[in-house]
Every structure is written in C-alpha cells, then in structure tokens.
C-alpha cells in the first residue's frame, strides 16, 4: 500500500515532541508609547484549532480534491486555514494579489474553484466580477460577513475540540494550486503535489542543518509555511508583503530583535532597504544565524551593507529557484564576497551557486521552441551561456490546464523529465551556476546577442547607478540594444550629461557593452510587486523606444 504523504503530519508530530513551544507569533497592536503587543498559537493550538476547523470545512464540503482560493493576509487564520485544508485533503489556490486586480482574477477563473474563504474585501471582489467566480459555490468569509451568504470562519471552528483524521493523501496527490506571479509573463497554475512539499521540506532542512526550536522571520507568507513542518516558530512581520522595498525597517530590526530570530527570510529590495538603514544607525543583529535572499539577483553590494549588521559567522544565502522548482541552488555570502563579486562586476553574471543535493541542473542550447525529447545534442560546451534545466523529486510536473506552457517548459527524458526554467546561464570548473538573465530579455541584434546580467554588470559599477536594465527596440532580431538607467538617490541631482559621458566610457572598456550607444534615464524603474526587484524590461522598452 502506498504511503500516506501529507505535510499536515509534520504538524502533527511537532505538536507531539513540542506541544507549548510557539508555532505562530503575530503583532497585534502598539501602546501610545509604540510598544508592540503579539498574540500567538503553540504548535499543540495550532494543530487542536486546524483539526477544529477541518471538521467544520468538511461539513459544509471543502474536503478532498475540493480547490478553495484563499485569500487570506498573514496572521494565525491563515496558518489555521491552510493546515485545516491540507487535514481535509483539499487544495489552496494561492494567488498573488500584487499582480493586480485584473490579472488576479483572470488567475482564479482559470482555477475553477469550488470555493473560496477569503476576508470582506475579497468577497466584495467577486461580487463586482462574479463571471470570473462562476464555479464557486461555497463561500467563507475570515472576519465580519455583510451583505453575502455562507458562514464565518469562527462558526465553522467546531467546539468542543474533536481530533481529525487526516486525508490519506498520497505523495502524487494534488496538495496547492500556486500561481506564478506574472513578472517575467503570463502568470500560471503551478501543481504542487504532496510528495513535492515534502521533497521541498527535507532538502531545506538538510541544506541549512534546521533545527526544531529555531525562530525565523518569513517577509514572504508562503515561506512561513514551512516553519511548522521544520519545527520552527514563524514571526509574522508588521509589513505589506506586497511592498518589501517600502517596509519600516524599524519595524523588521524590532521583530528579529523581540524573539531572538534566527534566520530572515527576504527579497533583495527588504535586504536593501533594511540593510541602508541599519548600516546609516549602527545596527546590529546579534540572533541571526543565517539570511536567505531571492526573488531576484542580489547584488554584491547589497549583499556586503547587510553583512555589515550580522555576526562573523552568520552568511547571508542567495537562493535560486522559481515557483515551479524551488530552492535549486544556493550561494552563500562568503564565496560571494571573496570570490565571484569580482567577476560579477566584470560581466561574468552572478554566481547563483551548486545545485542542491539530488538535484541535477544542466545548460541547453537557446530556443524558444518546444523541445519534445530529452538529448544529449541540446548540451551546450562549459562555460557556454544557455538555457537552466533542472531535474529531481522537487521539481513541478505540470501547470494547471495549460498544454501550451507544458510543452514549452517540460522535457520529456526516460522515467523523468527536465524542467526549463525561462533562464540563462553557464556552468564554471567548479560545478557553479551563473545566472545571466531571462530567456525572453536577451536583445539580439543583427550580428550579436546580449543578455542582461552581464551588460549591466558594467554600468552597475560607476557609484551613481543605482541599477540599470537593458532593452531592446525594434524588429524582432534586428534590435537596438539600450540601457536604462535609474540614478541612486543622492545622484538624482547631479549633471546627467556628465554621468552619461562616464557610462559611455565604462561600455567602451569592454568587449560586452562597446557597441552601446544609447542610454536613457529614467525616474524609477517599474518592478514587480512581490519582490519589487524583477525589472519589468517590457514596459521600459516601450518607453525606451519613444525616447530614441
């Protein structure tokens, strides 16, 4: 008989071998004096209120199989609503609600739910768009009903306390339905399985020694989903997950402070702005064992001005990876530092580290077709740039009724397949993997190819950048390459004419950029909501094309 796979169980057990240790510490509010009050749920509360409400959702027929969108803001009915749901054998649909209303919704037509749980302004929501909630038909509301039917979350937490029988899921069984977030295109149903959380949990535990009893701060929700099963107490930031590059730093550095916290978990636009205000005050932050960064490329420099608040022994981790396989590899600030920093501002892109353990990752030639068959003939040479492929028991297996998306990102090999993840790259003697930008970003004019990360890398280097995308514009492949640059704050000011000069320069150093001629400015960039870090390149070409 198969094995029952349910990440639901490692709540369970942590529940058993730790019962009064925090799972869940939310803030709440602030006295007049800005003192911060925190509510919480042990692990033995959170698992007793998960089986409460699992009993409740099976009644009114959230149970196996059943996909219910959540929409939910981060807090311990969240945590509640998506172990009770794993419990029942349903399956979340996440969708990221800084992708924009429009969008957003397009996404949960696609899922065809059957229910949604969801606080007021989300069942407002689908009142003003009910032809994209044609298939929901059960309906939760988190915190006070109005206008609307169904019950309330606290009238289906069922008293008194009555154990669940959890789902006897297996390991290939549908357990979340996420989306992508759109920033580098069409945003996309990703399967997750129960054997897929699993794999997931086990290498992160394995990778970074995690040990019951750590503190960690996710500042991205569905990170913090992990802690329960690894053990570990979750800190909900007092933030907008939405807006990472406009958090309070005060209020990030308080939370670690508080609770000891041991590892953060953030975006490079958090990193970065927590970092300048650390550094600027002296700051520093002790409890931290470890940092994980992703969601975009880290700078070095980024990297260094957050080293600056940590211990001698704490490393601040790149990880690479994407919705449809996540972590794949991972690079941490020691290396990064005294090693591939500098050939990252040469050009060489930037180091995103080995692949995990178990996990194969290999570079194909670029193509923009379907590749049906797995081959040896699609191996680019090492140290060519191609496209990243991974293979392993992490991996995504398919999107959400999407042929299109399969066929484009799924390569069929014996017993397995690979897993195209959209990037480009190379592999160095050392087994290290080099990320040079997004498949679909490469401007390819008509007797050269330039890819993102390493162009920019050269106009990174002068001190009054503080970031810069390339573009192109035009035909297809017959474009102008141009760069845009968005100046750092203090240099917003200066003489642009001067600084320009200076670019051109830098581009004519080196054999990557000499034949950049056009360089815009630009107030600031637009990026993604989640990170606020993925340079949305589309939207600056069209704007760069109206400039030349």
């Known amino acids: 008989m198969a094995k029952i796979t349910n990440v639901a169980l490692y709540l369970k057990n942590m529940a ?83 992708m924009g209303i429009r969008r957003m919704i397009a996404c949960l037509k696609e899922s065809r739910s059957k229910a949604l749980i969801g606080i007021p302004p989300a069942h407002i929501l689908r009142l003003i768009y009910p032809k994209f909630f044609k298939s929901v038909n059960i309906f939760v509301t988190v915190g006070k009903r109005l206008f609307w039917r169904g019950p309330t979350l606290d009238q289906l937490i069922s008293r008194p306390f009555k154990p669940y029988s959890i789902a006897d899921t297996r390991a290939d069984e549908t357990a979340a339905l996420l989306f992508t977030t759109g920033s580098t295109g069409p945003a996309k149903g990703v399967i997750y399985t129960h054997g897929h959380f699993e794999a997931q949990i086990r290498h992160l535990k394995e990778h970074f020694s995690i040990l019951p009893g750590e503190v960690n701060l996710p500042t991205f929700p569905l990170f913090a989903l992990f802690d329960p099963a690894l053990g570990r107490t979750s800190v909900i930031p007092d933030m907008n997950p939405t807006r990472p590059a406009h958090v309070n730093p005060i209020k990030i550095i308080e939370a670690i402070n508080n609770h000891g916290v041991a590892e953060l978990f953030a975006s490079p636009a958090l990193l970065n702005r927590v970092g300048r205000y650390g550094k600027k005050n002296n700051i520093r932050l002790p409890s931290l064992k470890r940092v994980i960064s992703s969601g975009a490329p880290v700078s070095p420099d980024n990297i260094e001005r957050f080293a600056s608040l940590l211990g001698p022994d704490t490393q601040i981790y790149t990880g690479y990876g994407a919705t449809e396989a996540m972590p794949v590899a991972v690079m941490g600030s020691n290396e990064i530092l005294a090693e591939t920093k500098k050939l990252s501002e040469r050009g060489f892109g930037v ?58 990102s799924k390569i069929k090999a014996k017993n397995s397949f690979w897993h195209r993840m959209g990037d480009l790259g190379w592999k160095d003697k050392k087994g290290r993997i ?54 750092e704050p203090f240099a917003k000011k200066k003489n642009k004419a001067q600084i320009k ?17 056009h360089i815009f400015f630009h107030k600031a960039f637009p990026v993604d909501i989640r990170h606020n870090s993925k340079i949305f390149r589309e939207k600056l070409a069209v704007w760069a094309e109206k400039k030349l």
């Open 434 to 487: 080099w990320f040079c930008g997004r498949k679909n970003h490469r401007v390819i004019t008509s007797d050269k190819t330039f890819f993102t990360i390493p162009c920019e890398a050269v106009f990174n280097s002068n001190p009054n950048v503080f970031r810069s995308a390339l573009v192109g514009v035009g035909e297809k492949d017959n474009k102008i390459p141009v760069i845009c640059i968005e100046l």
């Open 16 to 98: 058993r071998i730790q019962p009064y240790k925090k799972a869940v510490i939310c803030p709440v509010s602030y006295d007049k004096k800005g003192r911060v009050t925190y509510t919480h749920f042990t692990f033995r509360q959170l698992d007793q209120e998960s089986d409460c409400l699992a009993n409740g959702l099976e009644k009114i027929g959230i149970t196996r199989g059943i996909r219910t969108i959540l929409m939910v803001k981060p807090s311990l009915e969240f945590f509640t609503l998506i172990f009770a749901l794993f419990k029942a054998g349903a399956v979340p649909v996440v969708v990221d609600p800084g």
């Open 351 to 408: 180091c995103i580290g080995r692949s995990l353990d178990k996990l194969q990752v290999a570079i194909i030639k670029i193509t923009d077709n379907p590749i049906v068959e797995w081959s040896e003939n699609i191996l680019v040479a090492n140290g060519d740039i191609g496209e990243i492929t991974v293979k392993g028991e992490l991996v995504t297996r398919q999107y959400f009724n999407n042929a299109r998306a399969d066929a484009l």
């Open 501 to 517: 000069k200076e670019l051109l320069l830098l581009a004519q150093d080196s054999l990557l950029t000499e034949s950049i001629k």
